[in-house]
């Protein structure tokens, strides 16, 4: 009798599922060899002083011309420009280190992001070619994926966040003032290798939803909307930091004011913001720092928060194909329907900080009026609109996922 399921009478070979199957194992592989051969690539470079920052030496002061400069640059490893500061950081009692928080963060070793990156894609590397059942492998090969997606998470912010420190002292200097350091080769290294680790996660994430073809639609949808969720939330964590948030002009009536060494306004950048949020008890009314960068630092976390849980339902999708206990994994992902907590959270405190952010300026306010002239919203308005498209999709995963897996429970149950 003659198969009903047309790919049944293809040549195996030939088969459309084996071989887009075949094909992402076949990315995967390469793409762990890739970061494989990176990370190593990264160990050797930073044993070897190749440099984090170009810092500037012997800075020159030119009042009669409004400038400032430097003799010039020199290239530093990270023996040189980072070991003592961090070394001196690490002996702080834990409100000073909390003062410090993102400002370290540019000097952190990658020491030890090379070596879990080497760890997770040398594992992936070695268990991706093995024939083993759906059951087994897309549980194993999901898990090494979103090791791997957190390394590239954690490296891809601590470059982002230098970027964005790296950023702010740039463009609010003067006309004619040069910067005081340049990034150097390490920086770029350590924020390519972590784009390259969130680009293996995000192979193998896309790589398990094709082994959900046996499995509900609940769990399909479930699927999407957690990548969905992890995807958005990865933008405001990864990507808001490197736009800045407001302007702020600068008073140039004022008679000390030089245009030349002055910056004529100032673009406020994520990662300042949350530096000034650590710095908050140094203010002395916190309650303007607490309702604008402090709520940015809290919609933040609550980003973050929302990445960690939904990387825990893309796991424990995966785990639905395990026979006979795979529903009741199933039952556990329909959790997400919570997040809607966080999303309304965010909203909220999003909506709090744009409407109060004109209050920086002002005598009580972070920037003092008697240097700054005005205020103005500048281009990031990344946060808002991620929020109210994570609102969309949680109303889809209600509509398609959590409400059919309700109407299942009720029905099996009306029938016991």
């Known amino acids: 009798m003659r198969p009903s399921n047309p790919l049944l009478v293809l040549p195996l070979e030939e088969s459309p599922i084996r071989a887009n199957k075949l094909k992402n194992l076949v990315a995967i592989i390469s793409f762990s060899s890739f970061i494989v051969t990176l990370a190593i690539a990264g160990l050797v470079m930073d044993e070897s002083g190749v440099p984090w920052f170009s810092e500037g030496v012997g800075p020159q002061y030119d009042f009669s011309e409004g400038s400032k400069s430097y003799d010039y640059y020199e290239s530093q490893d990270w023996d ?249 994994f199933e039952w556990a992902t329909q959790i997400n329907i919570l997040s809607i907590i966080l999303i309304i959270l965010s909203t909220t405190f999003t909506t709090i900080m744009y409407v109060n952010l004109p209050k920086i300026l002002g005598a009580d306010g972070i920037f003092s009026d008697e240097t700054y002239a005005s205020f103005s919203y500048n281009i990031n308005w990344i946060i808002p609109i991620v929020c109210l498209t994570m609102l969309v999709i949680w109303f889809k995963l209600l509509v398609k996922s959590y409400l059919p897996w309700m109407n299942l429970m009720l029905n099996q149950s009306s029938r016991v």
């Open 80 to 328: 040189e420009c980072c070991e003592q500061e961090y070394a001196s950081y690490s002996y702080l009692d834990s409100d000073l280190q909390q003062e410090q928080s993102t400002d370290i963060t540019s000097i952190t070793p990658l020491t030890i992001y090379f070596v879990l990156a080497l760890i997770f894609a040398s594992i992936l590397l070695i268990i991706a070619p093995i024939n083993m059942p759906n059951y087994a492998k897309m549980p194993i090969t999901t898990l090494l994926g979103l090791a791997i997606t957190t390394v590239g998470i954690f490296l891809t912010r601590k470059f982002v966040i230098t970027l964005s420190l790296y950023f702010d002292m740039s463009t609010n200097l003067g006309s004619n003032s040069e910067p005081s350091n340049y990034l150097h080769v390490m920086v770029y290294f350590g924020g390519f290798l972590g784009l390259a680790c969130l680009g293996l996660g995000g192979l193998v994430i896309s790589s398990a939803n094709r082994f959900l073809d046996s499995v509900s639609l609940s769990s399909r949808f479930s699927f999407d909307a957690a990548t969905n969720f992890l995807l958005f939330s990865l933008i405001v964590f990864l990507v808001s930091p490197l736009f800045p948030i407001a302007y702020i002009s600068t008073d140039q009536s004022q008679s000390s004011f030089d245009e030349g060494i002055d910056p004529d306004s100032i673009h406020l950048y994520p990662a300042k913001a949350l530096v000034i949020d650590d710095q908050s008890a140094n203010y002395e009314d916190s309650d303007v720092v607490d309702s604008t960068v402090g709520n940015y630092a809290l919609v933040e976390n609550l980003f973050l928060a929302i990445i960690w849980i939904n990387l825990g339902i893309i796991m424990l999708i995966s785990l639905t194909l395990i026979p006979r206990g795979g529903f009741v």
